[in-house]
């Protein structure tokens, strides 16, 4: 049986995978987009958070539909209780995530891209060194087939196999990962629609316990805790626990368990006829996990390179290689600082993570209604504490040497 020929293959239909086969197909190419479930969105494994608001609106145009509520504040509490207010107008949103994944795939399909659910992909096929197709299973038939393309698209998320194929990314350690268990809550008082991050050992070790307002009465209550950290304790008995603290008596409605990459960015997103994209190549923000923002970026600035490259009637390394470049002097710096900034803060002991907090909340400029900016952060963690200095440095000196050791 003769493979099906496309211009790109797109593996993976969430955020990044859709988005970059939209846009890629908007400009008149053949796009074959599969995605191993059986229903776009579903099941949701994630807290649905976006933010900020205005950089949405600049990529896309904001459908009521997929938003259950406009975020207009942030509260941080400290390991000790206390709360860190800080007011600012539509600094984010909570998606309703099942709507919104519909919503990029009905526009890649839209666009003229070939979608099929309960497809997966099982292994890459390579020309020579250069990446030419996937094979693929049909979950539904059993029934196995190759595509050929100029250009794969790794969109595979936080179970990724398509860039470990492709020699781009090794398999995560646990200190790359936050283990993750979140409820819907009906019944809580979130009338102030301000998402809430809840800091400490008690709560969540190595992480962040979360209140993510849906409507002023119900939310996405959820932890994610280091399991280096975490001793013998289940991220299930620490959401317990936030439960029983945070929301006494609410409704749980949906249960979500799964893992949440915090690991350094990938150092090279594309080789000879793919390239990776989303959570597949690190690209969420390590310090919070949230990567939707991040993957839809990532989803643009490699569909510009992934269409130049079919154009050129090649899917090169040196055309794709512009996406990556592009990348790491725009998002990618930032996530950069962002790790940093994670490696350091996450380690600290509750008493210095008191003392790095009261800095953080008198920084001017460190919070707006575009969000965190990261070099305040560690500039912040770095005047906090000498310690927390060193940990910088010594952090950025074990990059360099084991760089120069590669």
Not at 190 to 214: S, T
Request: charged content about 25%; some cysteine.
């Amino acid at each position: 049986m003769r493979p099906e020929t496309f211009d790109v293959i797109v593996i993976g239909a969430g955020p990044a995978g859709s988005r970059a086969a939209e846009r890629v197909a908007s400009r008149g190419h053949s796009v074959l987009l599969i995605e191993k479930r059986g229903k776009i969105g579903t099941p949701v494994r994630c807290a649905e958070a976006i933010g900020p608001v205005s950089q949405l609106e600049e990529l896309m145009e904001i459908d009521k539909a997929f938003v259950s509520s406009v975020v207009n504040g942030i509260t941080v509490v400290s390991p000790k209780g206390r709360s860190f207010d800080a007011r600012m107008p539509r600094v984010g949103m909570i998606l309703d995530r099942t709507k919104f994944d519909e919503h990029l795939a009905a526009s890649a399909v839209k666009a003229g891209a070939v979608l099929r659910t309960s497809h997966q992909a099982v292994g890459l096929i390579r020309k020579g060194e250069k990446i030419s197709g996937v094979k693929i299973i049909d979950l539904s038939s059993g029934a196995r087939y190759s595509a050929v393309s100029f250009v794969v698209i790794g969109a595979d998320g936080v179970e990724s196999l398509s860039p470990r194929w492709a020699g781009l990314k090794q398999n995560l350690t646990t200190s790359d990962m936050l283990v993750c268990a979140q409820e819907t809550i009906e019944g809580i008082d979130v009338e102030k629609k301000f998402i809430e991050f809840h800091l400490g050992y008690d709560r969540a070790p190595g992480g962040y316990a979360w209140v993510f307002p849906k409507t002023s009465s119900s939310a996405n209550l959820g932890v994610g805790i280091s399991p280096l950290k975490a001793g013998n304790k289940t991220a299930l008995e620490y959401l317990n626990d936030f439960l029983e603290y945070r929301s006494p008596g609410g409704k749980r409605q949906r249960q979500v368990i799964g893992a949440c990459e915090v690991a350094k960015e990938l150092p090279s997103l594309a080789v000879d006829g793919y390239v990776v994209v989303g959570e597949a190549a690190n690209q969420n923000n390590p310090l919070s996990g949230g990567g939707i923002l991040s993957a839809l970026i990532a989803a643009d600035t490699a569909a510009e390179s992934v269409a130049e490259a079919v154009e050129a009637g090649t899917g090169s390394y040196e055309i794709l290689n512009r996406y990556s470049e592009n990348w790491k002097r725009s998002e990618g710096t930032r996530n950069d600082l962002f790790y940093k900034a994670a490696q350091v803060f996450y380690s600290l002991n509750d008493r210095k993570m008191e003392k790095a907090l009261k800095k953080l909340s008198r920084e001017p400029g460190l919070l707006s209604s575009l969000g965190a900016d990261p070099a305040r952060i560690v500039r912040s963690l770095l005047l906090s504490s000498p310690s927390l200095a060193f940990g910088i440095i010594l952090s950025i000196l074990k990059e360099k040497n084991n760089a120069g050791k590669n």
